[in-house]
């Protein structure tokens, strides 16, 4: 009886679920809220870019603050593309990521 004899397996092994690539996944972000992220991150990236091209300037600190600002916008919005279009939603669960 210790080596396991007795103690077959009853029931059948589950098949592993299809895995999508990087667990890519629009369950939670469906509708209009999918473009509008998108187009959120599209416009940060362009502010970004259309600070960067700003070459002399007299007072700087509001482009300063104005980079500032646009690449965090653009760091957030794919922050959120990434949790809420991969798996990651699910494994930090949906109670934590509404309260953050």
Same mark, same amino acid.
């Given at each position: 009886?210790?080596?396991?004899?007795?103690?077959?397996?009853?029931?059948?092994?589950?098949?592993?679920?299809?895995?999508?690539?990087?667990?890519?996944?629009?369950?939670?972000?469906?509708?209009?809220?999918?473009?509008?992220? !998108?187009?959120?991150?599209? *416009?940060?990236? =362009?502010? @970004?870019? +259309?600070?960067?091209?700003? &070459?002399?300037?007299?007072?700087?600190?509001?482009?300063?603050?104005?980079?500032?600002?646009?690449?965090? !916008?653009?760091?957030?919005? *794919?922050?959120? =593309?990434? @949790?809420? +279009?991969?798996?990651?939603? &699910?494994?930090?669960?949906?109670?934590?990521?509404?309260?953050?």
């Amino acid at each position: 009886m210790e080596d396991g004899a007795v103690y077959n397996e009853t029931t059948e092994p589950q098949a592993k679920p299809l895995r999508r690539p990087f667990g890519c996944t629009l369950r939670h972000l469906w509708g209009w809220r999918l473009p509008i992220k !998108a187009l959120q991150a599209i *416009l940060s990236l =362009l502010a @970004v870019i +259309c600070e960067e091209i700003v &070459e002399d300037c007299i007072t700087c600190g509001g482009l300063y603050f104005f980079e500032f600002t646009s690449c965090s !916008a653009f760091l957030l919005s *794919l922050l959120i =593309l990434c @949790v809420y +279009c991969t798996d990651v939603y &699910e494994t930090f669960g949906e109670d934590k990521v509404q309260t953050v």
